[in-house]
């Protein structure tokens, strides 16, 4: 057995795949897998939906359970945090007050909640990050009542579904003229506020919060004076990446931890993964993506480098989001203003947003309720081949027209 040793710090979707993906690799030397959180490594997109709702069961969320770790040789420390990195003797040094050596660190320390930007009194409202976080919810829900939603992007939708097919009385309210404002097309935003408002959810677009009150019930006042009760609220506006472990070791941060298309920082034995992670390409553009593909796909290309066999990252992201009765699958990444074109019609039952950049270019495509056509769409990206985005907006040419064009095209990408 080799002397080496990996460790990885964060063992959500991107920690956890990296340590078995160091292993498909063949990797010999020791994996040591850290997380604050007291729970085998777990999967997070269940607890806005089956998990709160219970029909789900926690046993269901994780990824393994723990005879595989041993099995696999990997060291699962958790309910430990890392709290410094010697990088001149690479070593973690942990909460508990132990150390762990290391010959390349992992970091995929993830995202926490974005702190609410207004006065907010202690128990006013909670978060959902963790399985505790969503336990907490699965009571509000099972309690009934009135729930407020503090943030309409796709937990807060997504919770504000759930809840409202319990039976709960739901508002979500949001700064922003329409949901998910920084994710999708107004078509698609549109199209799933209605969905909320047929389930009964009340949806307040640009509102803004000015304070939560605690209490039974609790108050949250609007910024035209509005007072709104709730018996629960959930604060969902976002997240940050958790940037403190490599800002303490001097490593760079921008909105994530800086890393190369290889995805290592400026130290060569330290990676930085997952939500965490701002990519810089070679052109000088850098993007964080947040998304279980993401995080996969990177864990993979980092365990591919440590043992020998480097790539470039380049992978096409992928988002997906399950609302009530509504399915969202997004290929690629529409980071800044586009030109939007449908492909079928909002207000059927599943349609298509064809996205475009200002040089025409395809940058992304949402597909709602319809899973043939978004896999489709995802083999064009995958292509890279210079097609029109009237030509995919086009419901008279069909998509298998264009993957048979794009096969026979010249490599580009869209």
């Not at 997070?44 to 926690?58: Q, V």
């Not at 209490?215 to 910024?223: E, H, I, L, Q, S």
């Not at 270019?361 to 896999?375: F, I, K």
Request: contains cysteine; charged residues 25%.
């Amino acid at each position: 057995m080799s002397t080496d040793r990996v460790v990885i710090v964060g063992a959500g979707h991107a920690g956890f795949a990296a340590a078995a993906a160091l292993r498909e690799c063949s990797y010999e030397g020791a994996i040591t897998l850290l997380d604050s959180t007291a729970a085998l490594p777990y999967q997070r997109p269940p607890l806005s939906k089956g998990f709160i709702d219970e029909t789900l069961a926690e046993d269901a969320i994780a990824f393994r359970d723990r005879e595989y770790f041993a099995r696999e040789g990997i060291e699962l420390r958790i309910g430990v945090s890392a709290v410094a990195v010697d990088r001149d003797n690479r070593a973690v040094l942990l909460s508990d007050g132990a150390r762990v050596d290391y010959t390349h660190l992992i970091l995929a320390t993830g995202t926490r909640p974005r702190p609410l930007p207004v006065p907010a009194g202690a128990g006013a409202f909670t978060v959902l990050r963790t399985p505790d976080d969503a336990r907490g919810i699965a009571a509000n829900l099972a309690a009934g009542g009135r729930l407020l939603v503090l943030g309409g992007g796709f937990i807060g939708a997504e919770v504000a579904a759930t809840a409202a097919r319990r039976g709960l009385d739901v508002t979500v309210v949001e700064a922003g003229p329409q949901l998910m404002g920084r994710a999708v097309s107004a078509y698609t935003a549109q199209h799933l506020a209605a969905s909320l408002e047929r389930l009964g959810v009340r949806v307040l677009l640009t509102t803004r919060v000015a304070e939560v009150r605690p209490g039974a019930p609790a108050t949250v006042v609007t910024d035209d004076c509005r007072s709104l009760p709730a018996d629960h609220v959930l604060a969902a506006i976002g997240v940050v990446p958790e940037t403190e472990l490599a800002e303490r070791a001097c490593l760079p941060v921008d909105d994530g931890i800086v890393v190369d298309e290889h995805l290592l920082t400026s130290d060569p034995a330290i990676s930085a993964i997952g939500d965490c992670a701002r990519v810089v390409r070679p052109d000088g553009t850098s993007r964080r993506i947040e998304s279980v593909q993401n995080a996969t796909d990177q864990a993979r290309c980092a365990a591919a480098r440590v043992t020998g066999r480097p790539y470039r990252y380049d992978r096409v992201p992928r988002f997906w989001s399950d609302q009530g009765p509504e399915r969202l699958q997004i290929v690629g990444h529409a980071d800044r203003p586009t030109a939007d074109a449908l492909r079928g019609t909002p207000s059927g039952r599943s349609f298509s947003v064809v996205r475009s950049d200002s040089a025409g270019r395809v940058v992304a495509v949402e597909s709602v309720n319809d899973g043939r056509t978004h896999m489709m769409f995802r083999r064009l990206f995958e292509s890279r081949a210079p097609i029109a985005a009237t030509d995919l907006a086009d419901p008279d040419r069909p998509l298998t027209e264009l993957l048979t064009l794009s096969a026979m095209g010249e490599r580009n990408p869209l």
